[in-house]
């Protein structure tokens, strides 16, 4: 049971450039999300999903895509990266989209935008 | 909209002392509240939570905290810290609506133990 994971642990990319952030759970949860981590601003959400095919916005969805084919995967994708999205970012899930429960995060992607 | 604060932005307390991060939110319904932990280079953990009941929840790791309505607060304590406690830590209060169960996270409070 590997919980969530996410590819790459570490990007570097050029104003411009496009890039996918990969995030999967073996949980079999609902609910999952995107955070970008910026210092001393804590975690705001960007995207979620409470279901597959089903998204919606967060705080911060601009520049931001996603999309949840499966139940497992929700990739995050950089349409035109620009340099404040260099961040760290974080996927979570929980079980059940509408009761709150723990979110389990994975490591988290560092991604630097020069 | 609902919001968290966390006064501290950093602390520091010496091994064996107690400890009390603080945290204020801002809700109009009972809320349900959460404090993670974040170790360096890690994602978060869920250290507890308060839904109802019992105001002074325990935790894992030897942390507890106590729910007050009147003052609007969550502080998380612990009665002697560890070196490896050193890390930050979020509170947390979550909304169910619609669309959804959102959370929203406050700024964190990075904690430093000195020997």
């Known amino acids: 049971n590997a919980g969530v994971t996410q590819t790459p642990k570490f990007q570097v990319l050029k104003t411009g450039q496009s890039m996918t952030l990969q995030c999967a759970q073996d949980?079999?949860?609902?609910?999952m999300s995107w955070y970008r981590q910026d210092p001393g601003m804590g975690l705001r959400l960007i995207h979620y999903s409470v279901g597959a095919g089903i998204t919606d916005q967060g705080e911060v969805p601009n520049g931001y895509n996603v999309s949840r084919s499966t139940t497992e995967d929700f990739p995050l994708r950089l349409l035109s990266a620009a340099p404040s999205q260099t961040s760290v970012y974080f996927c979570a899930s929980s079980l059940r989209w509408s009761s709150p429960g723990e979110q389990y995060f994975g490591p988290g992607t560092r991604l630097t935008v020069t | 909209a609902q919001s968290v604060t966390q006064p501290d932005i950093h602390i520091t307390v010496s091994e064996g002392a107690s400890l009390e991060l603080r945290c204020n939110y801002s809700y109009g319904a009972t809320p349900y509240l959460f404090w993670y932990v974040q170790s360096p280079g890690q994602g978060l953990q869920l250290l507890l939570k308060y839904f109802s009941g019992d105001t002074l929840v325990q935790g894992i790791k030897g942390f507890e905290a106590e729910f007050k309505r009147s003052q609007s607060s969550f502080n998380l304590r612990k009665p002697s810290v560890h070196w490896s406690d050193a890390a930050e830590y979020f509170c947390a209060v979550g909304e169910a609506n619609t669309g959804g169960f959102k959370t929203i996270f406050g700024a964190g409070t990075r904690l430093f133990v000195k020997a």
């Open positions: 949980m079999n949860h609902e609910y």
